[in-house]
Structures are given as C-alpha cells and as structure tokens.
C-alpha cells in the first residue's frame, strides 16, 4: 500500500510542477494552457490519492472539459501568436516578484499547518456522495451559497464589462 | 471505490483496459463497414463491393493503408501540439468503457461513479479537438476548432441535464446501480418515465460526438475536414477510431441510462445490451445519411432555445415528482 501511493504521489507531482512551469513559461499561449490542464489533471490525481473520486472528476469535468475549453476559446479569438510583445523573455525584477507572489500563499499556510497539524490517517477515510451533499446543503450550506453569489457577481461584472466597451 | 491499490485491482484495470482497446479496433473496422454499406443502401448504390465478399475485408483493406501511410506534419505546425492531439483523443476514450456494465458480471471496472466519470474523460476529446485544429497551423483546422469549441460547450448543458434527471431518479451516479433498477420489459426502462429526458440526450449526444447533422467542425463540403484537414496515416486513424469509440460510449450509455442495459424481456446477458448499443448506432448512421447538415445558428438555436429549457423544466419536474 505505502510504496505504490509514494510512486503516485510522486508521479502527480512532477506532473503538477512540469505543468507549472510549461503555463508560465512557455511563449505560445496555447503551449502554457497545456501547461495548465497538465497542472489541474495532476491535482485531480492528488484528490484521488486523497480518496476523493468525487472531487477528482469534478476537477477533471469542470476545470479541464469546461474551463480550459473557454480559456481556449479566448485565446482563439486573441489570436494568440507566439512571436507577440508579450513573447519577450520577461527582465529580472519582475521575475523575482513573480516568484515572490508564487510563494505567498505557501508562506501564509506553511505556518498554520506546522502549528496545528491535522490527524493524519495511514487510510484516508470514504466519504460517501450523500454524505457530502448532505455536509454542503446543512452544516456548510452558508459559504455553499456565498460562493454561488460570488460567481454570480464575477459573471455580472463580465457582462457589465462588455456592455460598456459596446458602448462607445 | 476501494482505497487499497492492491495489484489484483491494478492488473484487472489493465487487463480491462487492453480488452477495451481490442473491442473498440474491432469495432472501428465494422463500424466503418457498416456505415458505408449503410450510406450506400440509403442512397441506393451497393457501397464498398470489391475487397472480399460484400466488400466485407474493405475496412481492413483502409486500416492496412491508413497504418502505412506517412504522417506529415506541415511547416511551422506546433510539433508538441499537433502529435499531441491524436493521442489526446484516443487514449482517454478508453478509460470511458471502464465503467459500462456490459452484462451483470461483464464490467471492466465497477466504481460507484461511474457516471461522472465517463462525464468528466469525455471532455478531453474536445480539448483534442481544439489542439488539432490549432496546432496544425490551417485556417480550416482553426475554424474547425472554433466551432468544436462553441457546439461542445453549448451541448454539454443539455446533456448534463438529461443524466441528472436520471441520476436524480435513480438517487446513485453508478451505472450498474441504475441497470438494476429497471426492470426487464420495454415499459419498465427509463424511458417509459422519461422519454423528453431520452430524446434530450440522443440529441446532445449526436451534437458532443460531432455527428451529422451536426458535423460542422469536420463539415467536408465547407472545411475540408475542419479539424483534422492536416492529418494523414495513424494521426487520422486515432481521431476517427475516437469518433467511433466516443459513438459506442454515447449509445452505451444512452442504453443504460434509458433502456434497460444488458436487462431484456428473455435470457438476461450482454447480448441485449450489445444489441441495444448497435440499434442506436444504426439509428445514428441513418440520420446521418437522412438528415441534411445544420447551420451554425440552427444548430446553437436549437441547442439554447430548445434543449436546455426543455432539459432544465424536465430536471424540474423530476426533482418535483420525487420530492412528492
């Protein structure tokens, strides 16, 4: 049981990491948005390692079938050549920041992990769908729906967005 | 689905797996057969006739030329993306046979998600798609995409919606789960208590797996080939093994959801289940040589004003009657 899971693990983590440095770094856009399914398919193999079928293919559902599709739709309509100003190698400083930035929220969470470890199971436990829907609309059926409107307000403001370039 | 990776549950997965990608060759070869001996009867013509008795060996005669031939790859294409493609379309295709219970003790791999999980793996194929058409530097591949891209998306909706009125109904995303609470006569299956669920998803389902009348990334009167115009050899082969592979899934799932599955009137089995899925298949060849191919605005009108309020009324009205 221990080895294969460590071979998994491992496996999901070179992707997620090759992955990674494919979304950020490569000249054409469409080259990083493989990058970037590569990164969210590796991440569903983590939730299945976790267990978590459930979590896995609704990752693999929505971000890969869904959201990467309509990245690509942008980018079809941006007609997004490799060779654009953007292509340019990017200089230093920016660099360093990005790197910075990419390190902030391993910095913020590293902390409270190491302070308050969770239990770790040698089994992660099966949650069954019923319980997990039941979880969602009862105990946590507040964040449930204040995500929801947050969706809503992001798909609000893409349309207001719009409206306002058609109008001048 | 069971947390231990045990090497017996890895090695039946594998073995599941290559028995899938036999079937599915297999298939490939009759399907094409019987596709064209189906056109030519439509159109009143014999259809393929010279290779072997009845033209039966020309699939295998096209699938000798197709492994044989060349694969070009045309200047200033994106080499990563453009070999990436095919196989993007093809492998993941296998892994959604995984979950189709063929016959009671017939299911490559039996987990509670089954559903959700052919849902989640058929995305990819668009994503090939999109790759291809991209990445094969060809205005037809790219408009072909372009397309792909816009009737996926919009199909998928309705799609979603007919299997959750379903799922819903049954209370379970498991396959063989919903196989076993129908019964064994035509008026026990699914189809009796949702026929606009049924007819909503063989619609989106002809859109998803780019079926005449709804063939326009690949329209060949308009785009060459649309998508895969560049491909030649084995890189065209896999997208139209995957074209058919995706055909078998779509009718596959179509029967268990809405027919019954391997259940019928006599003699239980996975002959009523084989026998079902190449029904629809057929049903699927003849409309493609009956029906004329859509426009893209009949085809999106159909799809938003259509289906989808017709999907999420009947999703309604499910949620409603089983709330009673």
Known sequence: ?168 | MNATISFDSVLHVVLALVGVAVFVGLNGLLLVYAERKVAGFIQRRPGPYEVGPQGILQAVADALKLIGKQLVRPDRADPLLFWMAPVLAFFPVLLLFLPLPFSPLLTGWDVNLGLLLILAFAGFNVLALLLAGWGSNNKYGLLGAARAVAQSVAYEIPLLLAVLAIAFQEGTLSLSSIVATQGSMPWQWNIAVQPLAFLIFLISALGETNRAPFDLPEAESELTAGFHTEYSGMGFGMFFLAEYANMIVACSVCTVLFLGGWKGPFLDGAWWFLAKVYALLLAMMWFRWTFPRVRFDQLLNLNWRWLLPLGVLNLLATAFVMKL
């Open chain 1, 1 to 168: 049981m221990e080895t294969p899971a460590i071979l998994a693990f491992g496996f999901y983590f070179l992707v997620i990491v090759v992955g990674c440095f494919m979304a950020v770094g490569s000249a054409s856009l469409v080259r990083a948005l493989v990058g970037l399914v590569a990164t969210l398919l590796g991440v569903a193999g983590m939730y299945l390692l976790l267990n978590a079928p459930f979590m896995a293919f609704m990752q693999i559902l929505i971000y890969v079938g869904a959201i990467c599709v309509l990245i690509f739709f942008a980018l079809m309509l941006a007609r997004a050549d490799a060779d654009g100003d953007e292509a340019d190698p990017a200089p230093a400083p920016r660099v360093f920041k990005g790197v910075l930035a990419a390190m902030l929220p391993g910095a913020l969470l590293a902390p409270i992990l190491l302070l308050h470890p969770t239990a770790s199971h040698l089994l992660p436990p099966d949650v069954p769908l019923a319980d997990l829907g039941r979880r969602l609309m009862e105990d946590y059926v507040l964040p449930f729906e204040l995500i929801s409107v947050v969706l809503l307000i992001s798909m609000a403001g893409a349309v207001l967005l719009v409206w306002e370039r058609r109008d001048k």
